[in-house]
T-cell receptor, first 115, second 110 residues
Framework: EAGVTQFPSHSVIEKGQTVTLRCDPI?????LYWYRRVMGKEIKFLLH????????ESGMPNNRFLAERTGGTYSTLKVQPAELEDSGVYFC?????????????FGPGTRLTVL | QKEVEQDPGPLSVPEGAIVSLNCTYS??????FMWYRQYSRKGPELLMY????GNKEDGRFTAQVDKSSKYISLFIRDSQPSDSATYLC??????????FGQGTRLTINP
């Protein structure tokens, strides 16, 4: 079974540009999450999709970040315009449907560098 | 105050030693506790998952939760160089939102 995949693995952009990160969850996983780790800090929750609906987006830093999951399969996270403080590693995770399933499976992450 | 506190280390021990990794948390309502292992340039990989208090064992790994002191631990017996990684404790804060500790970087020296 394929794990969670993320693309690209690394992105270097200039301040003010736009970047779109993609996540493909494990097949059949209704739950999809985005997390972020900035330098020297802990991994922090950004948002949670159940199928195509945003269940919790309390961790999104500001309105420069837009997450979508059209059709309930893959998800994209767009940062527009990017700022220096957006640099970090963005992780996607997925988990199976149903209550009581607390294990989340993480992808390898996208390392974003904003210059 | 952070919801989950974890000493970032680094921690370096000789091969074969018993390793103890720890986290504290602030909210006594938390019920689900996890340990993730993360190798360099990889995503976190779920190692152990426990509910409420008590111990859970899986091979050389034991996870322990002490809810009275709000303390969670991961023990690694007969540590191997392949165990060298960053270990992250995580708590399911509810609605499947994970809160992570900062991670402890562990090196096992041959």
């Amino acid at each position: 079974e394929a794990g969670v995949t993320q693309f690209p693995s690394h992105s270097v952009i200039e301040k003010g540009q736009t970047v779109t990160l993609r996540c493909d969850p494990i097949s059949g996983h209704d739950n999809l999450y985005w997390y972020r780790r900035v330098m020297g800090k802990e991994i922090k929750f950004l948002l949670h999709f159940v199928k195509e609906s945003k269940q919790d987006e309390s961790g999104m830093p500001n309105n420069r970040f837009l997450a979508e999951r059209t059709g309930g399969t893959y998800s994209t996270l767009k940062v527009q315009p990017a700022e220096l403080e957006d640099s970090g590693v963005y992780f996607c995770a997925s988990s199976p449907p149903g209550q009581g399933r607390h294990e989340q499976f993480f992808g390898p992450g996208t390392r974003l560098t904003v210059l | 105050q952070k919801e989950v506190e974890q000493d970032p280390g680094p921690l370096s021990v000789p091969e074969g030693a018993i390793v103890s990794l720890n986290c504290t948390y602030s909210n006594s309502a938390f019920q689900y506790f996890m340990w993730y292992r993360q190798y360099s340039r990889k995503g976190p990989e779920l190692l152990m998952y426990t509910y409420s208090s008590g111990n859970k064992e899986d091979g050389r790994f034991t996870a322990q939760v002490d809810k009275s002191s709000k303390y969670i631990s991961l023990f690694i017996r007969d540590s191997q160089p392949s165990d060298s990684a960053t270990y992250l404790c995580a708590i399911n804060r509810g609605a499947q939102k994970l809160v992570f500790g900062q991670g402890t970087r562990l090196t096992i020296n041959p």
